[in-house]
């Protein structure tokens, strides 16, 4: 089966603007939670939609959004772009709310200039 | 914050077993452990979970030691495609402010020495 695909999966933007990554999850999974991955801070949890609805938020500023559709799918926006959000954007989808296993996407290498 | 503590990198040589430690001196009784690794340029990669008993999969081993203050993951043959970041993360399922989030640390990096 398609594993979850994150496009675009390269980005370079300017300082100031915004951004919109997508990810679908595999087919028939409902959660679908994004990461933040720099060589200073690692893995960081940004938020996880099921069913339509955030249902978790990590620390990040609220320059950081996100929604999912009724097919499951899910966007990212980042508006405002800093140089530090420059980063590799990781969704990771399961089959609900509580699952053990979540499979990752290959991300999206975001650079803002 | 990662409630784990791991090596930052180990080294093994090619079809040898690998054993990769992680303590968890403070894990409730409701943690369940998983591991995950990420490659070189990709997402991570779900290995194995556990809670109190041993478990084998066809990709590791996780043992689990009787006071569950740490674990092991066993690799029982390391090829080259094993050379990672491993990540050992605690996680309470019941808890619904978990939902959805891992808890990264930094990992340990396993080189796999030809």
């Known amino acids: 089966k398609a594993g979850v695909t994150q496009t675009p999966r390269y980005l370079i933007k300017t300082r100031g603007q915004q951004v919109t990554l997508s990810c679908s999850p595999i087919?028939?999974?409902?959660?679908v939670s994004w990461y933040q991955q720099t060589p200073g801070q690692g893995l960081q949890f940004l938020f996880e939609?099921?069913?339509?609805?955030?249902?978790n938020k990590g620390n990040f500023p609220g320059r950081f959004s996100g929604r999912q559709f009724s097919n499951s799918r899910s966007e990212m926006n980042v508006s405002t772009l800093e140089l530090g959000d420059s980063a590799l954007y990781l969704c990771?989808?399961?089959?609900?709310?509580?699952?053990?296993?979540?499979?990752f996407g290959s991300g999206t290498r975001l650079t803002v200039v | 914050d990662a409630k784990t503590t791991q090596p930052n990198s180990m080294e093994s040589n090619e079809e040898e077993p690998v054993h990769l430690p992680c303590n968890h001196s403070?894990?409730?009784?409701?943690?369940?452990i998983h591991w995950y690794r990420q490659l070189p340029s990709q997402g991570p990669e779900y290995v194995i979970h556990?809670?109190?008993s041993n478990v084998n999969n066809r990709m590791a081993s996780l043992a689990i030691a009787e006071d569950r203050k740490s674990s092991t993951l066993i690799l029982h043959r390391a090829t080259l495609r094993d050379a990672a970041v491993y990540y050992c993360?605690?996680?309470?399922?019941?808890?619904?402010?978990?939902?959805?989030?891992?808890?990264f640390g930094q990992g340990t990096t396993l080189q796999v020495k030809p």
């Open positions: 990771a989808s399961s089959l609900a709310q509580g699952s053990h296993g979540y499979t």
């Open positions: 087919s028939g999974h409902r959660s």
């Open positions: 939609y099921f069913s339509e609805t955030q249902r």
């Open positions: 403070t894990i409730s009784g409701t943690d369940y």
């Open positions: 556990g809670l109190t």
């Open positions: 993360i605690l996680r309470d399922v019941s808890d619904s402010s978990n939902t959805g989030k891992l808890i």
